[in-house]
């Protein structure tokens, strides 16, 4: 496996400088072997031409790296190291450079049809943000690591999709649409492992969208309204009973009457009608005896 290393490479600017200075001098010692008495010789002349010549190609060492940029240097196929610093800088004029973008992006899976854990069909989507760490993995590990991020990153909310159930009114149970900030974890989680190779870190994966396909959208909904009612209504008779043991322990304890049997099944019967009904109790009041 290819992984950055740092490249050697010249502040630009003072190599202009050098380049400059060695151009003029060649010129110069061309002038004045043309100046001299004997006329210009070539044995003298010719060295000056081809180090002008020589110089001239050290021009083609010049690059430019912006902020959150990298250069990428190959001589002949050869990976030589990637160049970080910003700003003008120089080079071996052989060496191709590359540049690949260093800055934070994100894009949004397009909406998908899956199967959730339960198998119903739903549509999702997700938000990736991520980055590129490692210039040479990025080049050379993937063909093309932009679009290896994006088929992987839908591959992998495909599979998520498939772990959890869309919706789930336990608590315990981890769903798509009830623990969102859960869910997204793992989603990141599953990106960054499968970019790894990639040299991208995964900074954050959010589901932009979700929802039941068209065809079962209505079905569900009525699927949905009954387990919430059925949800409510266990957690309504669990408070009920708590409070009717509590009431009954409370009433034997402070010895406010006694109870039989009958009368115990018939006040627990009265007390699970009051706390459970869905309106308000209509009491009879009785004008004669308890009996």
Request: charged content about 20%; proline content about 3%.
């Amino acid at each position: 496996m290819t992984q950055e290393k740092s490249s050697w490479s010249i502040n630009g600017i003072v190599m202009a400088l050098v380049i400059l200075a060695v151009f003029a001098a060649a010129i110069s010692g061309v002038i004045t072997e043309g100046r001299s008495g004997s006329g210009a010789r070539p044995e003298v002349v010719l060295p000056f031409i081809g180090l002008a010549i020589l110089d001239l190609m050290m021009v083609a060492g010049f690059f430019q790296v912006q902020p959150n940029q990298g250069l990428v240097l190959t001589l002949f196929g050869r990976y030589k190291g990637t160049v970080r610093t910003t700003g003008l800088r120089w080079a071996n004029p052989f060496y191709h450079k590359k540049p690949v973008s260093l800055r934070v992006r994100n894009f949004e899976t397009p909406h998908m049809k899956v199967n959730d854990k339960d198998g119903n069909p739903i549509e999702i989507a997700a938000v990736v943000v991520w980055k590129v760490v490692d210039t040479a993995e990025a080049m050379f590990e993937v063909d093309n690591y932009d679009n290896y991020v994006h088929v992987q990153s839908e591959s992998a909310l495909r599979n998520l999709a498939t772990v959890y159930p869309y919706d789930s009114h336990d608590d315990e149970i981890t769903s798509l649409r009830g623990t969102s900030a859960v869910v997204a974890d793992a989603l990141r989680q599953e990106i960054h492992d499968r970019l790894l190779k990639a040299g991208v870190e995964v900074i954050e994966a959010r589901i932009s969208h979700l929802a039941y396909a068209a065809e079962i959208a209505g079905a569900m909904l009525q699927r949905q309204q009954a387990a919430a009612i059925i949800a409510a209504r266990q957690r309504i008779v669990e408070g009920a009973v708590g409070m009717v043991e509590m009431a009954l322990a409370r009433l034997a304890a402070n010895h406010v009457v006694e109870l039989d049997e009958e009368r115990r099944a018939t006040m627990v019967s009265n007390l699970l009608v009051v706390l459970c009904g869905e309106r308000g109790a209509q009491p009879v009041l009785n004008a004669g005896t308890l009996y």
